[in-house]
Each structure stands twice: as C-alpha cells, then as structure tokens.
C-alpha cells in the first residue's frame, strides 16, 4: 500500500503525537537512470522525479508536514508567496486539512499549469504587481497579524519534510550518490536535502544551479529585478542564503549559473533524449552539469554517481514547451497526404 511520506519516517520528523496527518500520498519518487545523459557527463546520473509527487513538485514534501502541524495547532487558514508550486500545492494540502488557503503570486510571471491548480483547489489567488521577494516580504507581515499559517520554506517544518528526500536517495542507491545537482531558487530545498544527509552522516557534493538572470548567490548580492524563463526560481532575495551557503561550503561544492538558453536546452534535450519531462526551472541541474562539467574537488576522485533532482513536472508551464518544441503538422483526411505526413 502507498504510504503517506510522514508515516515512512516519521521518527526523523518533529510532529506532536496528536497532529493529524495531511497527505495526498507524497514522496516515494522515481529515482530514473539516465543512459544518455550519463554518457555525455562521464559519470552514472539519475534523475529524482519530484514531479511525480501528488502536485506535481517537491514542494509537497514540505507541504503535508507543514499543514499536518498546523492543522494540529489549530490554525483554520494557510498562506504563502509563491512562484507557482507552492501556491498549487499548499491549495490542495488546504483542501485536504479542510482549511482556507490564500496565495500570492507576482502578476503574470507564474506558469498557466500552476495557475489552474491553485485556482481550482479553490484558493484565494492574489496577483501582486511586484516580484516574489516583494510577496514573501508581505506574507510574512501577514501571518503576523492574523492568525494564519506561513507555508513558505522559511516555515521549518517544510525543511524537515523536504529533507526525507535526500533519505529516499541513499535508501534507493544504498548510500548517498557523489554528488548532487540542483536548481536553487529560494534556497530551501538544497537546505532540506543537506539536512537529510548531515542526519544519516553523509556528505555528497552538493552542485547548486541559478538562472544567470537570477543568481543572488552567484554573484554574492540580492538581485533587484530577478528575470529568467525558469519562473519557479525567478527569486533575487532568497530567504535560506546564508544556510544554502554553509551547505555549499561544508559539501565542498559550489553554486553557479546557467543562461536561460542553457536551461531550455537541457529542458528540450531531456525530454527528447531520456524520455523526462520536467519544467524549465527542474532543467538547471541538468543545464548545471552539462555546462559546468561535473564538481572537481581537490583531493577526492571525481564523482562517479550523480543524482539531478527534477524538482517539477513539465506539465506545469506547456506554454514554453510549445514555444521550444516542433510544430504540430497539419494534415488532410487522405491517405497518402497522412502517408506523407507520418513518414516525413
Ligand atoms: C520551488 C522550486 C524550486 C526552487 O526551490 P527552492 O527551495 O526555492 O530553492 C526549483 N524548481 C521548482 C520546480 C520549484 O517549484
């Protein structure tokens, strides 16, 4: 039987034994090999599928832990800021808790995917006329005032949820890969998976890839105007910096950056070349590699086993899908016009 991701480890996590558990059957991803992929990096690379998680991104690992504590402290309502994900995940785990959720997305920069998910789990969705960093800063005002659950990644109980991740990764390899690539956006997941591996006493070299047009821990300083195509880490403020910094550090890893034309080459190559469709912003780890070549690290082999965490699905955004895919081929109920059209 499925099994909701808080019962399966549960004892690394920080609930109250009367909390109640808010599940849609999260976690338990598919860890996929990477063939093509593996031989062009020189090394074994999987891809950690998050976007087979119940909304279609890691976020709900953090969002059934979240929600299950809030719900029982009490709390009737959950809010977030978001670019997306976790607006449409919070927005179902609501439902679930039979709570209210409010989201606060930057207008017009979140994909149409997300967009419907929020709104038909029957949130209240806010399009703010500013940035992610600016609705962060207003949520957390909010849930000062009101008695209403802050959902965002600077809520640690979406940190201890997301961290059984990276226990998923060393109970499947049966031990923690070399080296770990993934895309960084507001800085909790790589957090959440460094905190996973520090509790089972490993230490893979964690890879950490920015959209070049959003890239605040590349460049040392918050970026004012965040811009890239990857909108779910278009965040130029991130609120777990100094934590992504130390695990970056400790690994002996780095973070760095990947154009936007890096990203959707990635996004397009691995959805026609390993059969994974992930969105634009899950691409930057492999975008990451691809471009960077994989960690060098003085004084260790250099890592025969990767894992690239997909953080979403690519149903999210078919919007940039369409644009960098083919056109669809248009065709005449006819035979030998549909022969030449199937056989090119
Ligand atoms: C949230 C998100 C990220 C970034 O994660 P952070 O914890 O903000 O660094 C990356 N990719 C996708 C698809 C996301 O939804």
Known sequence: MPQPMIERYRDTLPLEPG????????GSTPLVEAPVLSERVGARVWLKVEGANPTGSFKD?????????????GAEAVICASTGN??????AYAVRAGMTGAVIVPEGKIAIGKLAQALIHGARVIA???NFDDALVLVRELSERHPIELVNSVNPYRIE??????FELIDELGEAPDALAIPVGNAGNVTAYWRGFQERETAPVLYGFQAAGAAPLVIGEPVANPETVASAI????????EEAMNAFNTSR???????DEQILDAYHWLASNEGVFCEPASAASVAGILNHGLPVVEG???????VCVLTGHGLKDPDTALGKAPPVISCANEITVVERAVFG
């Open 19 to 26: 909390d109640p558990v808010v599940s849609l059957n999260e």
């Open 61 to 73: 690992r953090g969002m059934t832990v979240a929600v299950s504590r809030a719900k029982g402290r």
């Open 86 to 91: 976790t607006a449409a995940s919070a927005a």
């Open 128 to 130: 703010l006329e500013g």
């Open 161 to 166: 949820g997301q961290k059984t991740a990276a």
């Open 234 to 241: 278009r965040i130029g403020s991130p609120a777990r910096w």
């Open 253 to 259: 890893g780095r973070v760095a950056a990947v154009t």
């Open 300 to 306: 260790m082999e250099t890592p025969e086993t990767v």
